[in-house]
């Protein structure tokens, strides 16, 4: 099944500790993205990147790091969470400039930060 | 800059009703497509239906049509014979030119429907 998965689906920690969010597909998909969803401000992009080894800031990504070594993963890493970093996570991936086809969520990862 | 906007943050509908969710886009690149998806409570993001700013007609998927208006830059979603599974959250999604998959997302709709 063409799938795009993210894992932990919930996490909770503390203020400082590092953590990564791991995001994987199974589509071949060249581009691959991070967002985060908080209340009345729809889903903004952090991060995303057009292939192996090439990687760009969205429009929110401070506080936050991503690396590509491989076509099929894409970790988001918070070097030293924030209260303000808690949020609704979604990583996506997709063929570039493909219309709707195979532009792929996956499920989400809820953050809290305390 | 390019945006999108949903008016509604909330709206309500009778079961078996049709509903008109708005979303208004603004972009100077003549090629765009226009996305919705359907969050519920669980979170997930659910594609419904796509349209290519090339595109002769408005884009249908069983009981959601879009009702693309190119000149006014408006891209409502029409959901027909309304049941109670469709209330979620609702957003309007723009990607920009064909070098990006970057979307930019509208603030939501929150559609609850009633029996």
């Known amino acids: 099944e063409a799938q795009v998965t993210q894992n932990p689906r919930y996490l909770i920690t503390v203020t400082g500790k590092k953590l990564t969010v791991t995001c994987s597909q199974n589509m071949n998909h060249e581009y691959m993205s991070w967002y985060r969803q908080d209340p009345g401000l729809g889903l903004r992009q952090i991060y995303y990147?057009?292939?192996?080894?090439?990687?760009d800031k969205g429009d929110v990504p401070e506080g936050y790091k991503v690396s590509r070594k491989e076509k099929r993963n894409f970790p988001l890493i918070l070097e030293s969470p924030s209260p303000n970093q808690t949020s609704l996570y979604f990583c996506a991936s997709s063929f570039l400039g493909q219309g709707a086809d195979g532009y792929t969520f996956g499920s989400g990862t809820r953050l809290t930060v305390v | 800059a390019q945006k999108i906007t949903q008016t509604q943050p909330g709206m309500f509908v009778q079961e078996k009703e049709a509903v008109t969710l708005d979303c208004t886009y603004d972009?100077?690149?003549?090629?765009?497509?226009l996305f919705w998806y359907k969050q519920p409570s669980s979170g997930e993001m659910i594609f419904l239906i796509y349209?290519?700013?090339?595109?002769?007609q408005n884009a249908t998927e069983g009981r959601y049509s879009l009702n693309f208006q190119k000149a006014r830059k408006s891209a409502n979603l029409v959901i027909s014979a309304s049941q109670l599974g469709d209330s979620a959250m609702y957003f309007c999604a723009m990607r920009e030119g064909p070098n990006t998959d970057k979307l930019i997302f509208g603030t939501g709709t929150r559609l609850q429907v009633f029996p």
């Open positions: 972009t100077s690149d003549p090629s765009y497509g």
């Open positions: 990147s057009m292939n192996v080894e090439v990687t």
């Open positions: 349209q290519g700013s090339y595109d002769q």
